[in-house]
């Protein structure tokens, strides 16, 4: 039973970056910017972490969901994401903390065999993708549609043993 004064647990949602490998016709980030500066290092994980941890004993929080998500957070790389997740256990250890990690994708770089890994390593082999069902707003940079793309790297990585959920 949650009470106000303590809480399940606490969900986070950390962008690594907000660059996108797609053009979708919908979305807020202006494209023209040079992102990558947007992008998080080490040292804003560890922040994010610290701040994580702060709040979470102020609230008496043990169960922390974390969700990573973008732009698309695999351009940041499977060793990037392989490092951030592994240095959780400085901050949250086993025993004093309940951790759950979850990855948000728009399923174009899903398919790699060091991606599957990351997945089947850190998120329950369970990836959560997005998916436009009617196909004509999520496009590449050239906007051309990526649907059937989509649907055949869903396709493929359940194949690899993967369970896939959607965002449509």
Known sequence: ???????????VMISPTVRCNLSCRYCYVDQNKPLRETDMDEEDIRYVYE??????????????RIEW?????????GSFLDNAINMEERYFPAGEYRLDNTIQTNML????????????????????????YKGRFRVNKNGTDVTSQILQNIKTIQQKGLRVGVVC
């Open 69 to 77: 998500f973008g732009g698309e957070p695999l351009l940041k790389g």
């Open 1 to 11: 039973m949650i009470t106000p004064d303590k809480y399940d647990s606490l969900y």
């Open 51 to 64: 701040w994580v941890k702060s709040y979470s004993r102020l609230v008496g929080i043990e169960m922390i």
């Open 109 to 132: 770089m899903a398919c790699r065999d060091d991606v599957v890994s990351l997945y089947k390593k850190h998120f329950h082999s369970y990836v959560s993708g997005s998916f436009d």
